[in-house]
């Protein structure tokens, strides 16, 4: 154990070394140069709000790499904090920029990128507690102080970010009524917001890291003021524990659609507000009888919401398969069930006495398991949708649901490039498969969770064709049958012509309003939606310029006689 570590546990009062309590006069300024800076960085990359994947790695390194370098900075840390941030900066950026780049044909991308933030915010407070050097010897009092303190400080540096902006408005109507409009000029300007918003965290976030001592004791306050909703969270766990044994767990089974995020909600609150309870030693652990005995009731109840969680989970797979998201959510389960295997053999092993420093203990080695974890899974190295697109089609071919039932759209849209594999392969096979199938193949857009059913059964409302084209009509038909949520009762396919390729245009007209299609030359191939408007390029104009005024006919829909929407192109 290192000199730090040892400090930690060794020191009277707070427990704490002075490294991480030193006042450093630099870092409110640094901090907030940093902000800005990074800030700037970012908005240069996501400036048209949907970057490519170089840019977004480019993002994902500035922002997680300069909130690592800012919590973790310090005197005599120089370097090491420089190659740590860097280092989890380099990792979050390869991640962005593989997730991003496979956006279209990987599944559940979302949720890895998710579990790599995760792993990031369990790394940071490790390293500042030195576990790269002392490993499972680490201060626990020292990382549980950095864990607070990151959580009270961040949220800290964001509400007075919020002030920041307040203040300035009010400034800059101050000003403007003697006529001055310097800052109502600035708000006009896309790369203030960014980095004034930056600065202001950041030098929120070195004033408060500046005064840890005075955190340390917000920190015992906050866990006080936690400790007091630790009480009827335990009430309630044991009235829901007694009923659900009562109804021999029927009244759960009737709920497994909601049961599953319930459960590990409140799994997850008993581990919060029972570690507000333990503290970080024994000197810290609350004396009173109530509220030990809180603690022990919610550090005991983890295990047994995870297991019906888990039982909960497993249901609604048997029900329904697989999913991407419900195989992500049998990993938040496993994660909880071991947390509640951990409090449960740590308290049988320290008894009455000695349980809370099991816990505390058990905290360390599964903050470490979780990190490395969740890592794992932010890297591509498993195909969820492959497993999920598997065990669909597995039940389908088992007779478990109906091919009218199943649901065609999200293989189509959900499990990555390997559901519209297997969407290919059921397109193949002969009768009803085959055709629904083909019609969730044909969709050019995700149907809304409102429209699945129309999707399933295939366009059921009229459409006409103007003028009439037998060979037009087969082909709007097949394009609503696809995508039946285009029209809802009654439409009117118009013929705005051929395209150059051999397409045909056509404006599908609804009482509401218009949208334009294009129809593909191969009636096989599904419709593309027109082209987005591009603005017109800029024309040179000088002093020998002539400008002029020149009519133009312009085409509008009508439905009988009345003007409909916007002109037609």
């Given at each position: 154990?290192?000199?730090?570590?040892?400090?930690?546990?060794?020191?009277?009062?707070?427990?704490?070394?002075?490294?991480?309590?030193?006042?450093?006069?630099?870092?409110?300024?640094?901090?907030?140069?940093?902000?800005?800076?990074?800030?700037?960085?970012?908005?240069?990359?996501?400036?048209?709000?949907?970057?490519?994947?170089?840019?977004?790695?480019?993002?994902?390194?500035?922002?997680?790499?300069?909130?690592?370098?800012?919590?973790?900075?310090?005197?005599?840390?120089?370097?090491?904090?420089?190659?740590?941030?860097?280092?989890?900066?380099?990792?979050?950026?390869?991640?962005?920029?593989?997730?991003?780049?496979?956006?279209?044909?990987?599944?559940?991308?979302?949720?890895?990128?998710?579990?790599?933030?995760?792993?990031?915010?369990?790394?940071?407070?490790?390293?500042?507690?030195?576990?790269?050097?002392?490993?499972?010897?680490?201060?626990?009092?020292?990382?549980?102080?950095?864990?607070?303190?990151?959580?009270?400080?961040?949220?800290?540096?964001?509400?007075?970010?919020?002030?920041s902006w307040l203040l300035l408005v009010l400034l800059d109507q101050l000003l403007?009524?003697?006529?001055?409009?310097?800052?109502?000029?600035?708000?006009?300007?896309?790369?203030?917001?960014?980095?004034?918003?930056?600065?202001?965290?950041?030098?929120?976030?070195?004033?408060?890291?500046?005064?840890?001592?005075?955190?340390?004791?917000?920190?015992?306050?906050?866990?006080?003021?936690?400790?007091?909703?630790?009480?009827?969270?335990?009430?309630?766990?044991?009235?829901?524990?007694?009923?659900?044994?009562?109804?021999?767990?029927?009244?759960?089974?009737?709920?497994?659609?909601?049961?599953?995020?319930?459960?590990?909600?409140?799994?997850?609150?008993?581990?919060?507000?029972?570690?507000?309870?333990?503290?970080?030693?024994?000197?810290?652990?609350?004396?009173?009888?109530?509220?030990?005995?809180?603690?022990?009731?919610?550090?005991?109840?983890?295990?047994?919401?995870?297991?019906?969680?888990?039982?909960?989970?497993?249901?609604?797979?048997?029900?329904?398969?697989?999913?991407?998201?419900?195989?992500?959510?049998?990993?938040?389960?496993?994660?909880?069930?071991?947390?509640?295997?951990?409090?449960?053999?740590?308290?049988?092993?320290g008894k009455r006495a000695g349980w809370a420093g099991q816990v505390r203990q058990?905290?360390?080695?599964?903050?470490?398991?979780?990190?490395?974890?969740?890592?794992?899974?932010?890297?591509?190295?498993?195909?969820?949708?492959?497993?999920?697109?598997?065990?669909?089609?597995?039940?389908?071919?088992?007779?478990?649901?109906?091919?009218?039932?199943?649901?065609?759209?999200?293989?189509?849209?959900?499990?990555?490039?390997?559901?519209?594999?297997?969407?290919?392969?059921?397109?193949?096979?002969?009768?009803?498969?085959?055709?629904?199938?083909?019609?969730?193949?044909?969709?050019?857009?995700?149907?809304?969770?409102?429209?699945?059913?129309?999707?399933?059964?295939?366009?059921?409302?009229?459409?006409?064709?103007?003028?009439?084209?037998?060979?037009?009509?087969?082909?709007?038909?097949?394009?609503?049958?696809?995508?039946?949520?285009?029209?809802?009762?009654?439409?009117?396919?118009?013929?705005?012509?051929?395209?150059?390729?051999?397409?045909?245009?056509?404006?599908?007209?609804?009482?509401?309003?218009?949208?334009?299609?294009?129809?593909?030359?191969?009636?096989?191939?599904?419709?593309?939606?027109?082209?987005?408007?591009?603005?017109?390029?800029?024309v040179p104009l000088n002093e020998q310029s002539r400008v002029e005024v020149r009519?133009?006919?312009?085409?509008?829909?009508?439905?009988?006689?009345?003007?409909?929407?916007?002109?037609?192109?």
């Open positions: 154990m290192t000199a730090e570590g040892a400090a930690a546990d060794n020191l009277p009062g707070a427990g704490l070394p002075a490294t991480p309590l030193e006042d450093w006069s630099p870092r409110p300024w640094l901090l907030a140069g940093l902000g800005a800076l990074a800030a700037l960085f970012v908005h240069l990359l996501v400036d048209d709000f949907d970057p490519d994947a170089a840019r977004s790695a480019g993002a994902a390194f500035f922002v997680f790499g300069s909130l690592s370098f800012a919590l973790t900075l310090g005197p005599g840390r120089l370097r090491d904090s420089a190659l740590f941030s860097g280092g989890l900066g380099i990792v979050m950026a390869g991640l962005a920029w593989h997730w991003v780049r496979a956006k279209d044909s990987a599944a559940g991308e979302e949720f890895a990128f998710a579990a790599a933030v995760f792993a990031s915010a369990i790394a940071v407070p490790l390293f500042q507690a030195d576990f790269h050097r002392t490993r499972f010897a680490t201060s626990y009092r020292l990382t549980h102080f950095h864990v607070w303190t990151d959580a009270i400080t961040g949220a800290g540096a964001i509400a007075f970010t919020g002030l403007q009524l003697v006529g001055i409009t310097a800052i109502d000029w600035l708000f006009d300007q896309e790369w203030f917001g960014w980095v004034w918003t930056g600065g202001a965290f950041g030098a929120a976030l070195g004033v408060l890291r500046n005064n840890l001592k005075v955190i340390g004791s917000l920190q015992h306050v906050v866990l006080l003021v936690l400790s007091l909703l630790a009480v009827p969270l335990a009430l309630a766990l044991l009235v829901f524990l007694v009923a659900l044994l009562a109804s021999g767990g029927q009244a759960l089974w009737n709920a497994t659609d909601a049961a599953t995020p319930v459960l590990l909600a409140c799994a997850v609150g008993c581990f919060v507000l029972a570690n507000a309870i333990v503290r970080d030693g024994e000197d810290a652990i609350s004396g009173n009888t109530v509220m030990r005995l809180t603690a022990i009731i919610l550090a005991a109840g983890v295990l047994p919401l995870a297991v019906f969680a888990a039982v909960s989970m497993g249901l609604r797979i048997g029900q329904h398969g697989l999913t991407p998201e419900r195989i992500w959510a049998i990993i938040a389960v496993g994660v909880a069930v071991a947390y509640g295997l951990a409090y449960v053999a740590g308290m049988i092993r058990a905290n360390l080695y599964l903050a470490a398991g979780t990190c490395v974890l969740a890592l794992l899974l932010a890297l591509p190295l498993v195909d969820f949708g492959a497993i999920s697109a598997r065990s669909q089609v597995a039940r389908l071919d088992a007779g478990e649901v109906s091919p009218d039932d199943f649901d065609y759209t999200a293989l189509r849209w959900d499990f990555g490039d390997a559901g519209r594999r297997a969407l290919d392969r059921l397109a193949q096979r002969d009768g009803l498969v085959g055709e629904k199938a083909t019609l969730a193949k044909a969709q050019t857009s995700r149907p809304y969770d409102w429209d699945r059913d129309l999707a399933q059964d295939g366009f059921t409302g009229t459409v006409r064709v103007q003028p009439a084209n037998p060979a037009l009509q087969a082909r709007v038909e097949a394009l609503l049958n696809a995508e039946p949520w285009r029209c809802s009762v009654y439409c009117v396919a118009l013929d705005l012509g051929a395209q150059a390729d051999g397409g045909r245009q056509i404006a599908l007209v609804q009482g509401y309003g218009y949208e334009q299609l294009t129809l593909p030359a191969d009636p096989a191939s599904p419709a593309a939606p027109p082209a987005p408007e591009v603005a017109p390029a800029a009519e133009e006919t312009v085409r509008y829909i009508y439905i009988d006689g009345k003007k409909l929407g916007q002109p037609l192109p």
